[in-house]
DNA sequence: TTCTTAACTAAGAATAATTCTTAACTAGTA
DNA sequence: TACTAGTTAAGAATTATTCTTAGTTAAGAA
């Protein structure tokens, strides 16, 4: 997917009837820069702060916040226990890597059908369901490679 | 479910390769006493606090962070920033309240099948996966009653 | 275009959460 | 019973996050 333009944010951050400052637009870019890597306000302060001194972290931590609630990012679970944010907005999941502390976008169309079969069919009562991620945890066996799934033919 | 003994808990953290000192049998029977409230720190020490004033504020948190390196408890993924700690062991899932801030256990046979044989179909190059959980999140719509899960019949 | 105003921001103080340091203590073992 | 590595209390230090306030700005109205 190519980056949105800064119109294309205004108009985002102004449909969810937020004022699109500038600050507010230079977090999303970063926010979109930063895609898969679920960062700390702190992350996302040190990403823009070269191209934009000005911005100060105060405003980043208040506006990633503001964003949630707007609905435009999501927290992300953490087991470490820092506030992170997820531009991604598509359902996908996250695996928790114990050793490296590295939390990891997990897309898998079977895996998303699979739970959502589930929860059509199981109804959860006095709750609004707004989406679902497994939390896989264990080690990453090499550090520096990727982790792949792949489907074992049975 | 009745209480462990002393002898019992004393007995599991020697299993686990560590030292059996009072204070951590004190914060393990404050763990076992707080199940299902996924306390932080702080949690764990006011509720021990007035039975076992002598023990620091810091021995807590060092202590629940050496039990979840020996897999005794676990840490539970936050949506707030904070850590917190969970005594059960038994697979389990958990739902997220955005609005009420409350992360409740969730066991359900069906589901937790159902993702082990997804994962035992599909292999994670490049990963030892020692377990997983689904992560449910959303609104609770009646903030003083409790959620349930009902099967929706076809 | 200019005015108006509610919403927003910078800066840094304040608070909260967590870790670190060090000297004293103790469980487990020889 | 003594030894020693591992553990703890206390509080300082650090890190993360929120709050306060005075000034600024986006967006709509005139």
Known sequence: ??????????????????KATSQRIVVFEA??????QHPTAEEVYQHLHAANPSISLGTVYKTLDTFVEAEL??????EEGGKRYDAGMSPHSHIYCSNTKEIIDFEDEELEKLLAAFFSQHRLENFEL????????GNKLEPGKQISITRVSK
């Open 31 to 36: 926010m979109a820069a930063l895609h898969g």
């Open 1 to 18: 997917m190519q980056p949105l333009t800064r119109q294309q944010i205004h108009q985002q951050i102004s449909a969810s009837g937020l």
């Open 73 to 78: 990012i999501r927290r992300v679970l953490s």
């Open 130 to 137: 707004k989406g679902f991620s497994v939390q896989l945890t």
